[in-house]
């Protein structure tokens, strides 16, 4: 059994890879990254700073003078950006929009693949486990992670668990213009050239479709179990 682990989880949005690496989280006492916060703060400095976000160098330039930073709570992550806190911000429709093109340059990703693995790596060097989640982290993040989980779900099926979480933060949108930006956030993520979304061949895959959470992290769990890792 070890003391410390890595646990990578990757799918598409509204699979459940944030309420899964919370959960895990609290059960192993590690520490909870969620790594797609990063750019949708990236994001909404973009657009604080009305820099074009087609243009890489000018994405850079923000990233390079914003302070981008995460920390972690009883109920999972809070983003801070330039010491404000965000949280509520960076889920709204319109950063969601951005965030996919944004994130999709190479070296964008290049930046932000080295703060995440500086982040865990420093996590794990202090014999603490660590559970992050995002679309490239078995790929790029942590590529030698303990256990890669990848979630999956129906369309419709995670449209109707991201509306819920639109609801509990106040966000007021359609079902219909939901599953229209899941279905452009699944093209985007899956053809994107840097670091696309993709199941590593050593991924623990799992369909979450009809499972409750607690589902899931039992299946997860007897994972580790078996991986003697816990």
Do not use: H, W
């Not at 009883?74 to 949280?87: H, P």
């Not at 969601?96 to 982040?119: C, G, H, Y």
């Amino acid at each position: 059994m070890k003391n410390n682990i890595s646990i990578a989880i990757d799918g598409p949005v509204g699979s459940g890879k944030g309420t899964l690496a919370v959960a895990l989280s609290k059960k192993l006492g590690a520490l909870y990254v969620y790594t797609g916060a990063m750019y949708r703060e990236l994001a909404l400095a973009c657009m604080q700073e009305k820099a074009d976000v087609r243009n890489e160098e000018q994405i850079l330039e923000v990233l390079n003078k914003s302070s981008i930073d995460l920390q972690p709570t009883e109920k999972g992550i809070k983003a801070f950006l330039n010491n404000q806190d965000v949280s509520g911000k960076i889920f709204r429709p319109n950063v969601s929009r951005l965030t996919p093109i944004v994130a999709a340059f190479p070296k964008v990703r290049r930046e932000m693949v080295f703060k995440q693995r500086k982040m865990a790596d420093d996590v794990l060097k202090k014999g603490k486990s660590v559970v992050m989640e995002g679309r490239d982290i078995a790929t790029e993040v942590i590529p030698n992670a303990d256990i890669k989980i990848y979630l999956t779900a129906d369309i419709n099926k995670r449209a109707e668990r991201r509306l819920r979480q639109f609801e509990g933060k106040g966000i007021e949108i359609k079902l219909e213009d939901v599953l229209k930006d899941l279905e452009e956030r699944d093209r985007q993520d899956t053809q994107r050239l840097a670091s696309p979304l993709r199941i590593v061949e050593d991924a623990v895959v799992i369909d979450t479709t009809n499972d409750t959470i607690d589902q899931t992290v039992d299946k997860v769990m007897d994972k580790l179990r078996e991986r003697n890792l816990i």
